[in-house]
C-alpha cells in the first residue's frame, strides 16, 4: 500500500475558505421533519473553542449512502456560493463554531442509523478527530455496546425538547468528559 | 468604571526558538526508536496550541466502519466554476509575486485515482498575509489576490490550480517563530473515513527546522510527502513555474474493504 499523506492542522485562517452559505442548513427548506443538533465545543479547561469547524456526514432519511452533490452551490453569473437548491438532501454539512463556541445543524433524521457522523478540525488540532452524534441511545449498536457507560454518554446527544437535540464535544477531559473519538485505521 | 489597581497577572517572557528546538529534538529522538508514525501525534507540545485541544483518552479503534462512514459526501458541476481554480483571476487585476501552477493527483492507498471529489485550498498571499480579518501581521494585503480555490479531480484524480507562491509568515508560538511558505489543502475520498486537511510545502525551505506544525510530522519521510516537487515541464513558458504534489488519501474505503484488507 502506498503511504498516506500526513495531516496538518486546518490552522486559525480557514474561515474564508472552508465555511460556506447555509453549511449547517442540510435539511431542505422548510422540511417539517427537520431536527435541529446544536452543542459547545471545549477544550481541556473547559472553555468553548471559536475556531473549531464541524463536518457531518449522514444517510439521508430513506437510509441512502449516496447523499447528493449541490452542497457548495453556485450562482452561474456571480459565482457565489448560493447553497444548496432547498430540495436535494445532500447529506453533508459543514459548520465552524461561532465566537462563543456553539453550532447549530438544521438536518433530517438519518434513516437507518442512530447516528450523525462528525468530523472535528480546529486549531492546535494537528489530525482531524472523528466521532458519531448518536440521536438515539440504541442498545444494539456496537460501538456504544463496546463502550464503558460514562465513555458511552458522550456519544448520545440529549433531546432537549421535540426535534432538538443537543451535542456537546470535548476535545480533552477526563474519561466521563471528553468525547469518544474513532480510530478508523 | 474605576480602573482597575489590581496587578496584571504576570506574563511570562515568549520562549525562546532554542527552547522550542530542543524539545523537537528530543521528540524526534524518542520517535526514532518506534515505528514510524503516518500522522502527526496530536499531543505535539512544541506546538502551543495542542496542549488543551488533543484527546487524553485512547481513540475506540472500529475495525468495521459502517455503511455510511464508508460513503461521503459529493459534488457536482454545481459546486464549482472555472475560475475557482485560478485564484489570479478572480480580481479586476493581476495579484503580485511569483505565479505558479500546482498540479497533481489525488489517489487512495491502493493508487487508485480519487474521481471528481473536491478539492479545497487556501493560503498567504506573496507577503504572507492572509486575507482574513484575524491576521494582523503588518505585511500588504493584495487587493487583487483573496487565496481561495476549489475545483474537482478529473477522472484520472487530477487538480490543478494556478496561483502565486505564498510567503512565509511570523506566528506567536514562539519568540521569532515563523510558518514555511504553505498552502493549506481540504481533501475528500470516496469514504467520509478518508477525509484530509493539511498543508503543501515548498522545496528546500529554509525554515522547516524551526517549524514545530511542519516538525510534528516526526518521521522523515512521512514529512517529506508534504512537500511538491519543482516540475520544468509544468512550468510554462514566461508565464508560471510548476509544482506537482500528489496526494494519498489515509483511511478504509468501501472499494477497500470489498477486495479484503
Ligand atoms: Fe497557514
Not at chain 2, 186 to 215: C, E, H, K
Not at chain 2, 228 to 249: C, F, K, M, Q
Request: with cysteine; aromatic share 10%; net charge negative.
Amino acid at each position: 500500500m502506498t503511504a498516506p499523506t500526513p495531516s496538518q492542522t486546518v490552522g486559525p485562517f480557514y474561515g474564508y475558505a472552508l465555511p460556506f452559505v447555509g453549511g449547517g442548513d442540510v435539511a431542505p427548506a422548510g422540511h417539517a421533519g427537520a431536527i435541529t443538533v446544536h452543542g459547545y465545543v471545549y477544550d481541556g479547561a473547559g472553555q468553548p473553542i471559536p475556531d473549531a469547524l464541524l463536518e457531518f456526514w449522514q444517510t439521508g432519511p430513506d437510509g441512502s449512502t449516496t447523499g447528493a452533490p449541490g452542497s457548495l452551490r453556485r450562482d452561474a453569473t456571480t459565482g457565489a456560493v448560493i447553497g444548496r437548491n432547498g430540495v436535494d438532501f445532500t447529506g453533508f454539512g459543514r459548520v465552524p463554531t461561532d465566537a462563543d463556541g456553539h453550532y447549530v445543524l438544521r438536518t433530517l433524521p438519518p434513516g437507518d442509523s442512530p447516528y450523525i457522523s462528525v468530523c472535528v478540525f480546529a486549531r492546535g488540532l494537528l489530525h482531524h478527530l472523528f466521532t458519531r452524534a448518536y440521536l438515539t441511545d440504541s442498545a444494539e449498536d456496537q460501538l456504544l455496546a463496546s463502550l464503558a457507560p460514562e465513555r458511552r454518554a458522550t456519544l448520545v446527544a440529549a433531546c432537549e425538547r421535540d426535534r432538538v437535540y443537543r451535542f456537546d464535544i470535548r476535545l480533552q477531559g477526563d474519561s466521563d468528559e471528553e468525547t469518544v473519538f474513532l480510530d478508523f485505521g | 468604571m474605576t480602573a482597575s489597581i489590581e496587578r496584571a497577572p504576570a506574563v511570562p517572557a515568549p520562549e525562546a526558538q532554542a527552547d522550542i528546538d530542543r524539545e523537537m529534538a528530543e521528540l524526534k529522538r524518542a520517535a526514532a526508536g518506534k515505528p514510524a508514525l503516518l500522522h502527526p501525534a496530536r499531543d505535539y507540545a512544541p506546538y502551543r496550541s495542542s496542549a488543551l485541544r488533543y484527546p487524553k483518552n485512547p481513540l475506540v479503534v472500529v475495525r468495521d466502519p459502517e455503511a455510511v462512514e464508508l460513503s461521503g459526501p459529493v459534488f457536482g458541476v454545481t459546486d464549482t466554476t472555472e475560475l475557482d481554480s485560478d485564484l489570479t483571476r478572480q480580481h479586476q487585476g493581476e495579484p503580485l509575486g511569483e505565479r505558479i501552477t500546482v498540479a497533481g493527483r489525488v489517489l487512495d492507498r491502493q493508487g487508485r485515482p480519487v474521481r471528481g471529489q473536491l478539492v479545497e485550498i487556501w493560503q498567504a498571499n506573496a507577503s504572507g498575509r492572509y486575507a482574513h480579518l484575524r491576521d494582523q501581521h503588518p505585511a500588504p494585503l493584495d487587493p487583487n489576490f483573496t487565496g481561495v480555490g476549489r475545483c474537482l479531480t478529473d477522472d484520472e484524480g487530477r487538480y490543478q490550480f494556478t496561483t502565486i507562491k505564498p510567503g512565509a509568515y511570523p506566528w506567536r508560538n514562539h519568540l521569532n517563530a515563523w510558518r514555511p511558505a504553505h498552502i493549506h489543502f481540504s481533501l475528500f475520498g470516496t469514504a467520509f473515513t478518508q477525509r484530509l486537511v493539511t498543508q503543501m510545502y515548498f522545496p528546500n525551505d529554509p525554515l522547516f527546522a524551526f517549524d514545530p506544525i511542519y516538525q510534528s510530522i516526526t518521521d522523515d519521510k512521512a514529512r517529506e510527502r508534504l512537500i511538491a516537487t519543482y516540475n520544468h515541464d509544468l512550468s510554462s513558458p514566461e508565464w508560471s513555474l510548476g509544482y506537482r504534489w500528489d496526494i494519498v488519501l489515509d483511511g478504509p474505503s468501501a472499494t477497500w474493504m470489498e477486495e479484503g484488507r
